[in-house]
C-alpha cells in the first residue's frame, strides 16, 4: 500500500515545485519593473539638476559680460568665456544628458545666441507635476525634449515644430539648424552699468 502514494506523492511536489518558480518568476518580474522606474525617476532628477546648472551657467555668462550682457555662441563658451583674456568658467564640463547618455544637448536660441538647452530624448517623463516654481514649464510635457532649461527661468520658447505658442513670436532673421530652436524675443534688458 506504500507504493501506490509514493508516486502520487512525488507528483505534488512536482507540481508546487513549478507553482514556486512561477511566483518567483511573478516578483522578480514586478522587482524588475520597481527597479527601471527608479532608475528612470533618478536619470529625470539628474536632469533637472544638470538643467539648473546649464541655466546659472547662463545667466552667469550673460550678466560678466564686460561689454554689456550677451549669450554665448556656444555651449563651449561656458566652459572658456571668449570675452575674458583669462579663462573664465561658467560651467565645469560640459555634461552628459542622462536621458539619452551622451553630452549632445539641443540648444534653444534668440537671435542666433544660446538662451537655453533641452535634452534629445523624446521617452514621456514619469514626472509630470510637483515642480519648483522655476520649473513650472516642465510640467505635463509630453518628452524630455520638451522640458526646456532656459535663463531666464520663465522665458517663453517656441515649440520645436516651429508652432507659435499664443502671445509668443520667433525672430524670422534667425536661420534654424538642426539641433536648434529658436525663442521669443522676450529677453531681459541688459543690466546698467
Given at each position: ?102 553630452a ?22 514619469i ?36 508652432a ?14 538642426p ?15
Amino acid at each position: 500500500m506504500n507504493s501506490c502514494n509514493k508516486p502520487r506523492q512525488h507528483g505534488f511536489a512536482y507540481i508546487w515545485t513549478l507553482l514556486l518558480v512561477a511566483f518567483m518568476g511573478v516578483g522578480l518580474a514586478i522587482a524588475g519593473d520597481v527597479y527601471s522606474t527608479a532608475v528612470r525617476r533618478d536619470k529625470e532628477r539628474e536632469l533637472i539638476f544638470i538643467g539648473h546648472e546649464f541655466r546659472a551657467a547662463l545667466e552667469r555668462y550673460y550678466n560678466s559680460g564686460p561689454g554689456g550682457a550677451s549669450y554665448p555662441l556656444t555651449l563651449d563658451e561656458l566652459l572658456k568665456d571668449p570675452r575674458f583674456p583669462n579663462a573664465k568658467r561658467h560651467l565645469r564640463r560640459l555634461y552628459r544628458d542622462p536621458i539619452t547618455g551622451r553630452a549632445e544637448w539641443d540648444t534653444i536660441l534668440e537671435q542666433g545666441r544660446i538662451v537655453g538647452v533641452q535634452s534629445r530624448s523624446t521617452q514621456t517623463p514619469i514626472k509630470q507635476d510637483n515642480f519648483d516654481d522655476d520649473d513650472i514649464g516642465l510640467r505635463n510635457k509630453p518628452s524630455y525634449a520638451e522640458w526646456h532649461f532656459t535663463y531666464p527661468a520663465k522665458l517663453v520658447t517656441a515649440p520645436k515644430d516651429g508652432a507659435i505658442l499664443s502671445g509668443a513670436t520667433t525672430d524670422a532673421s534667425t536661420p534654424q539648424t538642426p539641433g536648434t530652436k529658436a525663442a521669443t524675443p522676450a529677453l531681459p534688458a541688459p543690466l546698467p552699468r
